[in-house]
């Protein structure tokens, strides 16, 4: 069996070659723009980062995290998953190996996350932040 980390690897020099990747993801931490162990993502080289984006990065921590771009300076990002409620990542802006264009849903649907209602959404998400934990516990009852 091939490990997680050599898929990933093989993903990054992909996009890196300018090679559009569709990628499954794992975990909650999206929740609920993306779900894991159902949707899939399409990584592409990044362009012009802006806060809003969701990017493929390594943080500090050492790991490879799919999170939203929260705020960024020169050379470095602060990143927070959509399902998160407190934790952030950090990680420089040359740690950031791909760019989430699309969410591509069961059956094949895509879902593009450069639309003007999914960043509006996105924003009002994280205004939101305060309530989270209550809406998401909603949304995984029903």
Not at 81 to 87: P, T
Not at 106 to 114: E, N, Q, T, W
């Amino acid at each position: 069996m091939i490990s997680d980390d050599v898929i990933l690897s093989e993903a990054i020099r992909l996009v890196q070659d300018g090679v559009s990747v569709t990628f499954p993801v794992n975990g909650r931490s999206m929740l609920p723009f993306i779900v894991g162990g159902r949707d899939s993502v399409i990584l592409e080289k990044p362009r012009e980062l802006k806060i809003g984006d969701i990017v493929l990065a390594k943080a500090d921590t050492g790991h490879f995290v799919i999170h939203r771009i929260e705020s960024m300076d020169k050379s470095s990002l602060t990143l927070m998953g959509d399902g998160n409620l407190a934790g952030r990542e950090h990680c420089s802006k040359s740690d950031v190996f791909a760019q989430v264009t699309w969410v591509v849903l069961p059956g094949g649907k895509r879902r593009s996350l450069g639309t003007f209602r999914f960043r509006l959404a996105a924003k009002i998400w994280y205004i939101l932040l305060p309530l989270r934990r209550y809406l998401l516990w909603i949304y995984r009852k029903v």
